[in-house]
């Protein structure tokens, strides 16, 4: 499912990035287009553009201005969590690619601005922040995804809209998504039920701590954001102790965070 996620929106993010470039006519007379990946080799990302190229390609590739048809070419560089993207960025560069998918964090494509930037060619980012796109001044550095606070207006609507829920806790897994909990609960509030309790695991507290909390006062939801092991960690937990309410996290698409969980009880979380 997330496979299929991820081919559906690089390919049109993909064909828009194409066009773009080809009426620019940056890249004419190539008997190759390449278009860049920074993601580990069998990452998301890379899996999800390995699946569009191959589509694009048996489809007869890609046409310029001019009529003339190109194949696309994968150039996948990893990043290793941003601490080889220097490297990986350099690396694309020397390989003249034409379009760029990735990073996929909001600390790599931060850190990485000005090095992405210099790329000077459409870089299709998976990251949500919602910073990202004031932080860019060339104009060249797209989302594949909403951002933060649109995702949290999205999931707050469906659960108090949609499911008619009115009892609502937040939980704060890091320091890293306090945008992203604070867009949830503004939106939640907006809709008239701001959440009955946020809980935030710092140094003074314990994911333990928080699910017997949790246990204590029984919303009828937990929404849960931060790291996705964390994030396994108190689903696991809160099953375990025996709570039965519904459990909403906003990556629950993410490999690091299936994996952890008992998989016929998947579908049963919530994402946005």
Do not use: C, H
């Amino acid at each position: 499912m997330q496979q299929k996620k991820w081919r559906f929106l690089l390919l049109i993010g993909l064909f828009s990035l194409l066009f773009t470039t080809l009426g620019s006519g940056q890249t004419q007379g190539l008997p190759v287009f390449r278009i860049g990946v920074l993601d580990d080799t069998r990452g998301a990302l890379t899996n999800g553009a390995r699946l569009a190229v191959q589509e694009i390609n048996r489809s007869g590739g890609v046409t310029d201005a001019n009529g003339a048809q190109f194949q696309l070419e994968l150039i996948v560089q990893p990043t290793n969590n941003g601490t080889l993207l220097a490297q990986a960025i350099n690396n694309l560069q020397r390989s003249s690619v034409i379009a760029v998918i990735g990073p996929k964090t909001n600390e790599e494509v931060l850190n990485g601005m000005t090095a992405l930037q210099s790329l000077n060619v459409p870089v299709l980012v998976a990251a949500t922040g919602d910073t990202l796109i004031a932080s860019d001044t060339s104009g060249r550095i797209f989302r594949s995804r909403a951002a933060d606070i649109l995702q949290g207006r999205a999931l707050a609507t469906y659960i108090i809209q949609d499911l008619t829920i009115q009892s609502i806790a937040t939980v704060q897994l890091d320091i890293e998504s306090t945008g992203e909990v604070v867009g949830f609960a503004t939106s939640a509030a907006g809709l008239g039920v701001a959440p009955q309790n946020s809980y935030i695991l710092d140094a003074s507290t314990s994911i333990e701590q928080i699910i017997n909390n949790i246990r204590a006062s029984n919303p009828q939801i937990v929404v849960a954001f931060g790291p996705a092991n964390s994030a396994a960690e108190l689903y696991n937990g809160l099953r375990a102790a025996g709570w039965g309410g519904q459990f909403a996290y906003n990556r629950a698409e993410s490999a690091a965070f299936r994996d952890k969980v008992n998989i016929d009880e998947i579908g049963g979380i919530l994402s946005a």
